[in-house]
């Protein structure tokens, strides 16, 4: 198997945000396709995959800089005789430049975003030291992964980079088909939290103290809610996520058919059991991961234009309906009347973003 290695400065483990379970399931598949070693933070916890992780890096930002954590690396990058080092977000790739000259590695960055687009969308004043930054560290790599086409033709066309350096590598899904046991799905969760299983099962969910994830749920309390009472429509809204402030709380608990379920740990099994799941987002940048989780649960989808970056519609059919910004009451209108639409996602979606086939093309780029 090809021996390779990669870099993740942060915390993964386990998988708290939809980008470390990005990161999480990509190692996971990457590692059954080759012989992988994960130089991470010594506050992950154990893995979930077949590689090695060697804890190297400290447990705060000083990790971006850790000189120590760098020596570590360089000496099992050159014990294990590893020549491909992948480091995942441009961050930490002053380190792979460093590392490449002194053991001749190849050096993949692997991008989840235009970082500097999205810290610019949601209102760091840092923005245009990031890019200058990201940009150096792009143009130095031997090769690129990134997730969407859209992030990959920005590079093409604003950087002027060589489109033979850049692969897409999109989030992936682990299931190959239309999950059989969603019904079932749905009544066990309905049974938990006593709903009504005739109601529309609505679900959100992610890292709720990220800004874009907060607006999602202010716009969920003033605009979603409130048209959907005034149409009488018979749903459930079940919202789950570490971080909501307790006024954000304190307000949805007015409401009488929404349940805040906080952090949970299965959430596979949620968005299975969600008839409907929404996706109110209106800044951020890169692919929303939680909707490709959705999507491939077979639920029906309703998105912003900015929360939709990134995925193929050819491949989602009525499964994914795309709103503009800021246009809530289409974005109600479309809640409405996907609660009648019972087709299946293509498989076509399910060969696109399933993690073995991803992976396997990685491998075989390496």
Known sequence: MKKIATIVSYKYLPAESGGQKYITTFLKYLGEQTDLVVFGTKNNSDIKGKYTLEKCFSNNPLSYIDIVGLIKTYRLLKRNKINTLIIEHPYIGWMGILLRELLDLKIIIHTHNIEYERFKSIGKWWWPMLKFYEEWILRKANHILCITEEDRDWMINSMNLDESMISICPYGIENSDVPNDKKEAKEKICKKYFIEPS????????????????????SIIN???????????????????????????DTLSAFKHVSYVGFIEEIEEYTKAADIFINPILSGGGVKTKLIEALA????????KTGAIGIDNKTCGDKLRIVQDD?????TQNIIESSTTHSNISEDFYKKYNWKSITQKI???I
Not at 225 to 245: Q, V
Not at 297 to 304: D, E, F, H, K, L
Not at 327 to 331: I, R, S, T
């Open 327 to 331: 246009n809530w009451v289409g974005f």
């Open 223 to 249: 605009n979603i809610l409130p048209l959907l009472d005034k149409n009488h429509f018979n749903y459930h809204l079940i919202i789950a996520g570490k971080g909501l402030s307790k006024d954000l709380a």
């Open 199 to 218: 109601k529309q099962l609505i679900f959100f969910n992610g890292l709720l103290s990220y800004k874009p994830n907060q607006e999602g749920i202010e």
């Open 297 to 304: 649960m077979n639920c029906n989808c309703i998105s912003t």
């Open 363 to 365: 491998s075989d780029l």
